[in-house]
């Protein structure tokens, strides 16, 4: 499938590599290709800058926004929370119509220092607000509550984990459930579909709490389960 | 132990009458003992009103918020989030003074209907609220992210799952953590001890979505496991 990405950070190379690993044809979106390409500094988390990346992910393609998101089928956000809604504006709107934009993004705010906040949350979340800037995308927020390293390999975790999906379409979900399975390796029993895409917040929300295990644990290779029991005897 | 739960809603009623098993001596609080003993109606999941539970409970003893928190070594908040900090105040500031205050509220907002919304989140919580108002107590956040039949059954969901704690004092956690395990028989391996009391806010936060899950499976009978890898190779 023609798929775009919407960022060039370590959770766009790493989703975005295995999914052309699994034969998709991915064209990454940035600002500006020639300022990402001349960047040479690791990200907050080490990771490599994209041209390093690039080199060994030869099949990959970079080039703007709006490139990205017209070359797409299927789009996916994988920007910053807090630049996400001007990224996409960027992308063009028109862009998106009708098509399925995943949102991966999380609307966590550092400008007061760690631990961040949401910038958004509540009675609202970056999901929607992305819904409502684009009506004619069909949005199904996933992906959001795990490292970039457990979305492309759940094994990283042992035992039963979920992954989280949300958003209006049905349809939308049920490609999107199939690309997480077949793409990135999620059974299709660890797929928690929660409703529609006002619980993108339930999803955001679980941020916090992600954090600080994060701190506590000191590495990022731990996931959320729901574990469920049999309805109570009436 | 001499035990005060200021409630007598049906978390206060599952946990107490757990407690008092264990061979506690568990005085409940309410804002009006007449009023509160008068009762006839079933609350919103269909429990039975105080005076019915007494009937089956007969070593337990309902005084006033003040009584009940002047008679508990260790106390338990299971009043509504939403006049938690009201009756907590009824209940005497001065009565809780050095002792451990168990707080299992979450602030949920029903004012605008279903699903509730959080009075509070994000940069601040109950928890929080609850420590800065009596802060000569050792507020300890815990059991809020379950239903209360799971609080006092952990075998009700199959599997490991996860129960969070949250609060300043470390020998106050710990000895939470004992009544947990021995009192309401929670293994001491799920326990998940997630730092300070700034982190009521990720456990209060994770309602969202279990308000969510309970409504598309129908029943309370799950609970949140933390799933965790091994720390990746360097």
Request: glycine residues 10%; negative net charge; proline residues 5%.
């Amino acid at each position: 499938m023609k798929l775009g990405i919407i960022g060039t950070g370590s959770v766009a190379q790493l989703v975005g590599a295995k999914l052309i690993l699994a034969g998709h044809d991915v064209v990454f979106g940035t600002r500006d290709v020639e300022a990402t390409l001349k960047r040479t500094d690791t990200d907050a988390f080490g990771n490599a800058p994209f041209r390093v990346w690039l080199k060994s992910n030869a099949d990959a393609k970079l080039s703007t926004f709006e490139a990205a998101a017209a070359h797409g089928e299927m789009i996916l956000n994988a920007t910053g929370g807090m630049v996400s809604l001007q990224a996409l504006e960027l992308a063009g709107v028109e862009n998106f119509a009708g098509k399925i934009l995943i949102d991966v993004a999380n609307p966590l705010d550092f400008s007061a220092g760690f631990p961040p906040s949401l910038s958004v949350c509540n009675t609202d979340s970056l999901g929607e607000q992305i819904q409502r800037a684009i009506p004619d995308a069909k949005v199904v927020k996933t992906l959001n509550t795990m490292s970039a390293h457990v979305m492309v390999d759940p094994t990283l975790v042992p035992g039963a984990h979920n992954i989280f999906v949300a958003g209006n379409d049905a349809e939308a979900k049920a490609k999107v459930s199939k690309l997480l399975s077949e793409g990135l390796g999620w059974s299709p029993e660890s797929i928690l579909d929660l409703g529609d895409i006002t619980m993108a917040r339930g999803t955001e929300m679980l941020l916090p709490i992600w954090v600080r295990l994060f701190g506590s644990f000191g590495h990022p290779n731990f996931n959320f389960h729901v574990a469920k029991g049999e309805a109570p005897k009436p």
